[in-house]
């Protein structure tokens, strides 16, 4: 069984800060089948990367993904007031079939 | 676009039958698998499982044994029933549309809050 790995769980930081977000596979993932979700207070999750680095419909390219193997990184380059949310890993493929991370969160510092 | 809609009870009683409903509009049933993921209050996502509109489907093993899937192509909705629930299964529950490739989910329903409890 697949497990997957986020840190930090959460993530301190101002308006115009960098954010780095990891996402760590207990075993190889294709990077074809790993995502990135947004999720705020009383929403549904928001697609915002696919294939690892492939920003969905309408993501700002502040948001970026990267990585492969067991280590991807979800990365804003510029958080806006807007960012602060918890934000998932997926994958998909491995049994279990989809596989949700633990979320990290990032909020104002 | 598409756009999903879940429906059904928000409150259901231990060892009963949990069932929801999640009408799909404005696409195919057909180029997508339908998921249900589920969130329990304050904590992560879940994936249960996904139905392709054929009626194939895979379910989480956590919950297999409990879980059951349906498709109905004429309405454009896709069912989940969950059997024999505790309060640990009291969550918001979601429906999604699934990269039949992919995997990854772009379309989300907005979430329903089945309450389990007497």
């Known amino acids: 069984e697949i497990v997957l790995t986020q840190s930090p769980g959460t993530l301190s930081l101002s308006p115009g800060e960098r954010a780095t977000l990891s996402c760590r596979a207990s075993q190889s993932v294709s990077s074809s089948y790993l995502a990135w979700y947004q999720q705020k207070p009383g929403q549904a999750p928001r697609l915002l990367i696919y294939?690892?680095?492939s920003r969905a419909t309408g993501i700002p390219d502040r948001f970026s993904g990267s990585g492969s193997g067991t280590d991807f990184t979800l990365t804003i380059s510029r958080l806006e007031p807007e960012d602060f949310a918890v934000y998932y890993c997926?994958?998909?493929?491995?049994?279990?079939?989809?596989?949700f991370g633990p979320g990290t969160k990032v909020d104002i510092k | 676009q598409v756009q999903l809609q879940e429906s059904g009870p928000g409150l259901v009683k231990p060892s009963e039958t949990l069932s929801l409903t999640c009408t799909v509009s404005?696409?195919?049933?057909?180029?997508?698998?339908w998921s249900w993921i589920r969130q329990p209050p304050g904590k992560g996502l879940e994936w249960i499982g996904y139905?392709?509109?054929?009626?194939?489907?895979n379910y989480n093993p956590s919950l297999k044994s409990r879980v059951t899937i349906s498709v109905d192509t004429s309405k454009n909705q896709f069912s989940l029933k969950l059997s024999s629930v505790t309060a640990a299964d009291t969550a918001v529950y979601y429906c999604?549309?699934?990269?039949?490739?992919?995997?990854?989910?772009?379309?989300w329903g907005q979430g329903t809050l089945v309450t389990v409890s007497s």
């Open positions: 294939g690892a680095s």
């Open positions: 999604a549309s699934t990269g039949i490739l992919t995997g990854y989910s772009r379309y």
């Open positions: 404005g696409g195919s049933i057909s180029s997508y698998y």
């Open positions: 139905i392709y509109y054929s009626g194939s489907t």
């Open positions: 997926q994958q998909y493929g491995s049994s279990p079939q989809v596989t």
